[in-house]
């Protein structure tokens, strides 16, 4: 087995959630198109909830830019794997990043005030970063597909802006 992609895998999976063995072999393109919209997705519905309960101006912009950037990087996505007639493949690591979000997602539901917005930034600070080391290690280097590699690394560029920014907020908020 080979460690780096074991690492970027386990990296990527928030909250130290364990993967089964096979989830460590180089991943298929319809299991990173699905790793990658699971991803995307996972930051829109915490952008909602941070535009829901935050009062913080800062929070609220940087979470409605997380909306609109992910959502328009999962509709370039979905129109690829339509153009490719690739279907989606759901596997381990998608699934623990759904639940993972799922328990997080809850966690902060419960806060409110500046104790959300620290909550709700800080994650988006290492999950960003996650995301980001997974991209770089393991789903771009293992993805095939010309399109998709170049659409993961437009994607890491972007996601990589949205670290910056979220480190930016949270040094704010101290």
Same mark, same amino acid.
């Given at each position: 087995?080979?460690?780096?992609?074991?690492?970027?895998?386990?990296?990527?999976?928030?909250?130290?959630?364990?993967?089964?063995?096979?989830?460590?072999? $180089?991943? %298929?393109?319809?299991?990173?198109?699905?790793?990658?919209?699971?991803?995307?997705?996972? #930051?829109? &519905?915490? /952008? *909602? !909830?941070?535009?829901?309960?935050?009062?913080?101006?800062?929070?609220?912009?940087?979470?409605?830019?997380?909306?609109?950037?992910?959502?328009?990087?999962?509709?370039?996505?979905?129109?690829?794997?339509?153009?490719? $007639?690739? %279907?989606?493949?759901?596997?381990?690591?998608?699934?623990?990043?759904?639940?993972?979000? #799922?328990? &997080?997602? /809850? *966690? !902060?539901?419960?806060?409110?005030?500046?104790?959300?917005?620290?909550?709700?930034?800080?994650?988006?600070?290492?999950?960003?970063?996650?995301?980001?080391?997974?991209?770089?290690?393991?789903?771009?280097?293992?993805?095939?597909?010309?399109?998709?590699?170049?659409?993961?690394?437009?994607?890491?560029?972007?996601?990589?802006?949205?670290?910056?920014?979220?480190?930016?907020?949270?040094?704010?908020?101290?």
């Amino acid at each position: 087995m080979n460690i780096r992609p074991m690492t970027a895998l386990v990296t990527l999976c928030l909250l130290g959630l364990v993967i089964p063995a096979q989830a460590a072999d $180089k991943p %298929t393109d319809p299991q990173i198109a699905h790793i990658a919209y699971t991803a995307g997705v996972i #930051d829109v &519905e915490n /952008a *909602k !909830l941070a535009i829901s309960k935050s009062g913080n101006k800062d929070v609220v912009s940087f979470a409605e830019d997380m909306m609109r950037d992910h959502e328009a990087v999962n509709t370039q996505a979905l129109d690829l794997v339509k153009k490719l $007639k690739v %279907t989606p493949e759901d596997n381990d690591t998608s699934k623990a990043l759904s639940k993972a979000a #799922d328990d &997080e997602r /809850a *966690k !902060l539901a419960t806060l409110d005030g500046a104790s959300f917005d620290k909550a709700y930034v800080d994650n988006e600070v290492a999950y960003h970063k996650q995301v980001n080391g997974a991209l770089e290690t393991l789903l771009i280097p293992s993805a095939s597909n010309a399109e998709l590699k170049a659409l993961l690394e437009t994607g890491l560029k972007i996601f990589q802006g949205h670290q910056q920014h979220a480190e930016h907020v949270a040094a704010s908020l101290k």
